[in-house]
Nanobody, 124 residues
Framework: VQLQASGGGLVQAGGSLRLSCLAS????????VGWFRQSPGKEREFVAT???????YIADSMKGRFTISRDNSKNTVYLGMNSLNPEDTAIYYC???????????????????WGQGTLVTVSS
């Protein structure tokens, strides 16, 4: 599967954005799709993931602000982000895997396919 992330941009603190991850290829509905982010000088960080069942997992620090959803008819996973703050500034990547196990959902190394990333900048 090939992934293309989009929807990033410049937003003021307190604002919202919705990122999209469009997948090409067959069997998209069988993939677990996750979002990770990376800020300059920092490790890549888990944000959220959604199983093929629709079960979702959100990083504790983002619960209540971020949501993840999927539309298999459009081969797309969305990351909704609200109440953004400057600490959310990062490149956001989507990733997919058909084989990631439950205990590894938050590990970037468990995902084999990656999109190119989309930059989110939150101004104060």
């Amino acid at each position: 599967v090939q992934l293309q992330a989009s929807g990033g941009g410049l937003v003021q603190a307190g604002g919202s954005l919705r990122l999209s991850c469009l997948a090409s290829g067959r069997s998209f509905s069988t993939y677990t799709v996750g979002w990770f982010r990376q800020s300059p000088g920092k490790e890549r960080e888990f944000v959220a993931t959604i199983r093929r069942t629709g079960h979702t997992y959100i990083a504790d620090s983002m619960k209540g602000r971020f949501t993840i959803s999927r539309d298999n008819s459009k081969n797309t996973v969305y990351l909704g982000m609200n109440s953004l703050n400057p600490e959310d500034t990062a490149i956001y990547y989507c990733a997919a895997s058909q084989t990631v196990i439950q205990s590894a959902l938050r590990q970037s190394s468990a995902y084999g396919a990656w999109g190119q990333g989309t930059l989110v900048t939150v101004s104060s």
